[in-house]
């Protein structure tokens, strides 16, 4: 059975700096490609970052370009996403999600965690 738990999320103030991470079981990691998406109240989900099976290859939506970064560590099963400068349109619901041999990018992807929420407030 797989499963991804994301952790780490909370309350942050605006221009600080955010790590959330997301531990997968029950798949060989390192032939998943996994994504990060966020969705705010009263918004659709969207792709926020994703990075392919391999490692080579990150994607970004524009919004978080410069500020967020995506890194997969295969010998933890484990996907991070680092948050910095963070605004309060950043605040969220941050899933992670995995698809066998995905490049990282937005799309289709076959498994989802439950999310952790991040709020940018002061």
């Known amino acids: 059975q797989v499963q991804l738990m994301e952790s780490g999320g909370g309350l942050v103030q605006p221009g600080g700096s955010l790590r959330v991470s997301c531990a997968a079981s029950?798949?060989?990691?390192?032939?998943?490609?996994l994504g990060w998406f966020r969705q705010a109240q009263g918004k659709e989900r969207e792709f926020v970052a994703g990075?392919?099976?391999?490692?080579?290859?990150?994607s970004y939506v524009d919004s978080v370009k410069g500020r967020f970064t995506i890194s997969r560590d295969n010998a933890k099963n484990t996907v991070y996403l680092q948050m910095r400068s963070l605004k309060a349109e950043d605040t969220a619901v941050y899933y992670c999600?995995?698809?066998?041999w995905g490049g990282g990018y937005d799309g289709n992807y076959d498994y989802w965690g439950q999310g952790t929420q991040v709020t940018v407030s002061s």
């Open positions: 999600a995995a698809v066998q």
């Open positions: 029950g798949l060989t990691f390192s032939r998943y490609g």
């Open positions: 990075i392919a099976y391999s490692g080579t290859s990150t």
